[in-house]
């Protein structure tokens, strides 16, 4: 079983109680652990891989909540720095009009250092930059950078998301596209939501968009699509891979457990070379990591929802 290393954000979500109201109402939130790839750490452990976390938090106590959290999904945390500046939060609440209200507080997470000790063990193994808050500035996109040239060897895969999250980007889109365009480039496996392949292509039809994404460079792609399933497109092929019909309750969470059942099975493999070959090989691969983003909306929150293997196989 080769290792996953998931590197970026990591923060604590305050959600709001009561929804219906905006944040300058709301009185009562709920913690919960967040950030994209520490998600998609704790899917890969959840099935039996090997998910390992490369964050930054915060010497504090909601630091503390973020890694035990972690450590409770098998995740290997070893790696995570601990910084001096507060945890990262988030507050959000969905409000009146069905808009989300949003306050971020942007602290520890962005504070994560390189570390040229890892570069000896990435070989063979795989990395994924789930980016979000990580093209926000920062040492952590340096760092993020210097990750995917390290990734840049014969022997790895490199998967990247790029979590676009309008409360971020706001105006700003221009740049988290620019911004994006070397992990496009460089990445092995890209996963997209539909919005997110349409704005980084600059297309609206999203087989045009995946003729442009790979044209950037990017060899696999998948695009989610909810209910809809799966967009593959690789070797000159793509088709949509059906979801599975289930009622969902909360869709939080479903892409990370998406993206950490792919890369969970890509992990089991003794070489990546098939991955790269075997469109139906993939094609099963997708499908077994849509039964897993199903079986996430069902449950509330993002970690507590994400499947076991033994939900998975049922
Ligand atoms: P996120 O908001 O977590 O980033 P996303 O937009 O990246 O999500 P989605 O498309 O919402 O990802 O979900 C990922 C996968 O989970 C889908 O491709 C699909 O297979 C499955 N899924 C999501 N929502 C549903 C649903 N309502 N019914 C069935 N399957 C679903």
């Avoid at 457990?257 to 969970?264: M, P, V």
Wanted: hydrophobic share 40%; aromatic share 8%; with cysteine.
């Amino acid at each position: 079983m080769k290792k996953v290393y998931c590197i970026g954000e990591v923060l604590i979500d305050f959600v709001a109680e009561q929804q219906g109201s905006d944040l300058s109402k709301a009185n009562h939130f709920t913690k919960k652990a967040g950030g994209a790839p520490a998600n998609v750490a704790c899917a890969i452990s959840k099935l039996g891989g090997n998910g390992i976390f490369i964050g930054s938090v915060g010497d504090d106590p909601f630091g503390k909540f973020l890694l035990e959290t972690l450590k409770n999904e098998g995740v290997d945390v070893s790696l995570t720095q601990l910084s001096d500046t507060f945890t990262t939060l988030a507050f959000v609440s969905l409000a009146e009009d069905g808009e989300r209200d949003f306050v971020f507080s942007r602290g520890a997470d962005k504070e994560l250092k390189y570390n040229p000790d890892l570069r000896k063990n990435l070989p063979g193994n795989i990395l994924h930059l789930g980016a979000a808050t990580a093209l926000l500035g920062g040492p952590l996109e340096k760092t993020y950078g210097r990750y995917l040239f390290d990734g840049l060897t014969k022997e790895m895969f490199i998967c990247f998301d790029p979590n676009f999250r309008i409360d971020l980007w706001k105006n700003d889109e221009e740049t988290f596209i620019k911004k994006c365009m070397p992990f496009v480039e460089k990445s092995h496996l890209c996963k997209f939501s539909s919005e997110e392949a349409q704005l980084i292509s600059g297309k609206e039809d999203l087989h045009d968009a995946c003729d442009a994404l790979h044209k950037i460079g990017t060899k696999i792609i998948t695009v989610t699509m909810g209910k809809e399933g799966t967009l593959l497109s690789m070797n000159g092929t793509k088709k949509i891979i059906p979801s599975v019909k289930v009622k969902p309750v909360d869709t939080t969470g479903a892409g990370d457990a998406f993206i950490g059942c792919l890369l969970y099975q890509i992990s089991d493999l003794g070489n990546f070379e098939p991955v790269f070959e075997d469109f139906s090989l993939v094609e099963g691969m997708v499908a077994k990591a849509n039964k897993a983003g199903a079986i996430t909306t069902t449950n509330y929150g993002a970690i507590v929802a994400l499947p076991t293997k033994e939900q998975l196989e049922k």
